[in-house]
């Protein structure tokens, strides 16, 4: 299975920010959408980072209040991994856990196609894995 399957059944909504966007706009927006992470994107359409809820959460420890007021540039991970909707769900499994990131943008030919969390990673893992033992049910059964 493909990051193209998670994206039919997610469909392709992707919730972005500027950079220059408050954390408390920002927490506004994840909690709107019941969401965890926003992709910040800069004046030409690209990648700036990506700020997640466990980011602002390390502000607050950081900064207390005051990071309500702080741009998003401040606290996004900068260094963004992206994958591709031909990716298999196992692979973009490993690098997530690897990498020890939770949110990945799909990309296909530079644009940005997608969002994906390891939630949605794992879900799709899940029924790849029972689809797997259903078919070597079959076969053990001889209905193959």
Known sequence: ??????????????????PD???????QLLAVNRIGAVLCMNTD????????????VRGLA???????GMPASELMTRRVVA???????????QRMTDGRFRHMPVMEERKLVGFISIGDVVKHRIEEVGQEVESLRDYVAGQF
């Open 83 to 93: 994958c591709n909707p031909g990716d298999t769900i196992a692979s973009v499994m």
């Open 1 to 18: 299975m493909h990051v193209s399957a998670i994206l039919k059944t997610k469909g392709s909504t992707i919730v972005t920010i500027r």
């Open 21 to 27: 966007e408050t954390i408390a706009a920002v927490a």
């Open 45 to 56: 359409g690209e990648i700036a980072g990506v700020l997640s809820e466990r980011d602002i």
């Open 62 to 68: 950081a900064h207390g209040a005051a990071v309500l």
